[in-house]
Structures are given as structure tokens and as C-alpha cells.
Nanobody, 130 residues
Framework: EVEVVESGGGLVQAGGALRLSCIVT????????MAWFRQAPGKEREGIAIISWSGASTYYADSVKGRFTISRDDAKNTVYLQMNSLKSDDTAMYYCAAAENAGKWYVGPESLRIAGMNYWGKGTLVTISS
């Protein structure tokens, strides 16, 4: 059984930083691209970052580019999202997802589709206070 478990959410002041973690079990982790999505209250879920199987390629949504960094540690079956310069607009539930058919060496905007994800976590809540 595949399990995707996020952690690291919490309450942070605007301008602060958080690091989210996501550990995946039950699959061959380095055969999957890994992504982060978020969903703010009353809004649709949006893809914000994805990293290829190999870790060689990453892609970010414009809303987080330059502030967030996605990385992976295949030895620990874990993907991270380092979030800096947080804003109130970053308040959301953050979800980790695994994509088998996204790129091994390259990921782009077409890779960051909800329909392209095979497995999802239950989310971790990030709240930014102004």
C-alpha cells in the first residue's frame, strides 16, 4: 500500500520560512516525479512545484518562483519544500503528490497537472499571519 505523508506545516509570520517534508512508502520512490500542490480556502487546488525522477529538473508556478525550493532525498524517500519570504497569500493546505509518468530528466508546466498525479497525501496546513 502506498502512503504519502506530509509534515512541517504550522503558523508563521509573514516574511518567515517553513520547510515541508513528505515521506512516501510503498513504491519505488526514484521512479516518480514528486510535486507540491496547495489549496487555499474557497480556491481551486494549484500545482506549485515539481521535481523530476532524477532531481535534475524542477519547475515552479509563478506564484512561488524565487521563494520556494523543491528538493528530494531518494535515500530517505522524502521530498521537501523550502518556503521563504512567506506571504499571507501562501496560507493554504499543502499537498504532496507522486507522478509516475512525469519526466525523468525534465519537468515543465505540463507535468504539474492534478490529473497526472498517481498518489496524494492528506495535506499539511500552512497559515501565514500578517
Amino acid at each position: 500500500e502506498v502512503e504519502v505523508v506530509e509534515s512541517g506545516g504550522g503558523l508563521v509570520q509573514a516574511g518567515g520560512a517553513l520547510r515541508l517534508s513528505c515521506i512516501v512508502t510503498g513504491l519505488i520512490f526514484d521512479n516518480y516525479a514528486m510535486a507540491w500542490f496547495r489549496q487555499a480556502p474557497g480556491k481551486e487546488r494549484e500545482g506549485i512545484a515539481i521535481i523530476s525522477w532524477s532531481g535534475a529538473s524542477t519547475y515552479y508556478a509563478d506564484s512561488v518562483k524565487g521563494r520556494f525550493t523543491i528538493s528530494r532525498d531518494d535515500a530517505k524517500n522524502t521530498v521537501y519544500l523550502q518556503m521563504n519570504s512567506l506571504k499571507s497569500d501562501d496560507t493554504a493546505m499543502y499537498y504532496c503528490a507522486a507522478a509516475e509518468n512525469a519526466g525523468k530528466w525534465y519537468v515543465g508546466p505540463e507535468s504539474l497537472r492534478i490529473a497526472g498525479m498517481n498518489y496524494w497525501g492528506k495535506g499539511t496546513l500552512v497559515t501565514i499571519s500578517s
